[in-house]
C-alpha cells in the first residue's frame, strides 16, 4: 500500500523557516518524480514545486525560487521541502504527491498526472 506522510509543519513569523518531510512508503520511491502542492484557504491547489526520480533536477513556482529547495534521499524514501524567507502569503495545506508513471517528469503540471497524495501538513505565517 502506498503511502505519503507530511510533517514538519507549524505556525512560523515572517521571515523564517521551516523544512517540511514527506515519509513515503510501498512503491520503490527511487523511480518517481515527486511533487509539492499547496493549497491556501479558500483557494484551489497550487503546484510549488517538483524533483526528478534521481533528485537532480528541481523545479519551481516563480514565486518560491530563491526561497524554497526541494530535495529527496532516495536511501531514507523522503521526500523535503526547506522553505527560508516565508511570506504571510505561503500559508496553506502542504501536500506531496507522487508522478504515476515510472521514471516519468513532464514539464507541464496536470492534476491527473499524480497518483497519490499525502494528508498534508499546515504551514502558517503569522505575526
Known amino acids: 500500500e502506498v503511502q505519503l506522510v507530511e510533517s514538519g509543519g507549524g505556525l512560523v513569523q515572517p521571515g523564517g523557516s521551516l523544512r517540511l518531510a514527506c515519509a513515503a512508503s510501498?512503491?520503490?520511491?527511487?523511480?518517481?518524480?515527486m511533487s509539492w502542492v499547496r493549497q491556501a484557504p479558500g483557494k484551489g491547489l497550487e503546484w510549488v514545486s517538483s524533483?526528478?526520480?534521481?533528485?537532480?533536477?528541481?523545479r519551481y513556482k516563480d514565486s518560491v525560487k530563491g526561497r524554497f529547495t526541494v530535495s529527496r534521499d532516495n536511501a531514507k524514501n523522503t521526500l523535503f521541502l526547506q522553505m527560508d524567507s516565508l511570506k504571510p502569503e505561503d500559508t496553506a495545506v502542504y501536500y506531496c504527491?507522487?508522478?504515476?508513471?515510472?521514471?516519468?517528469?513532464?514539464?507541464?503540471?496536470?492534476?491527473?498526472?499524480?497518483?497519490?497524495w499525502g494528508q498534508g501538513t499546515q504551514v502558517t505565517v503569522s505575526s
Open positions: 510501498g512503491f520503490t520511491f527511487s523511480s518517481y518524480a
Open positions: 524533483i526528478n526520480s534521481g533528485g537532480d533536477s528541481p
Open positions: 504527491a507522487k508522478y504515476y508513471a515510472s521514471r516519468w517528469y513532464p514539464s507541464v503540471v496536470k492534476w491527473d498526472d499524480y497518483d497519490y
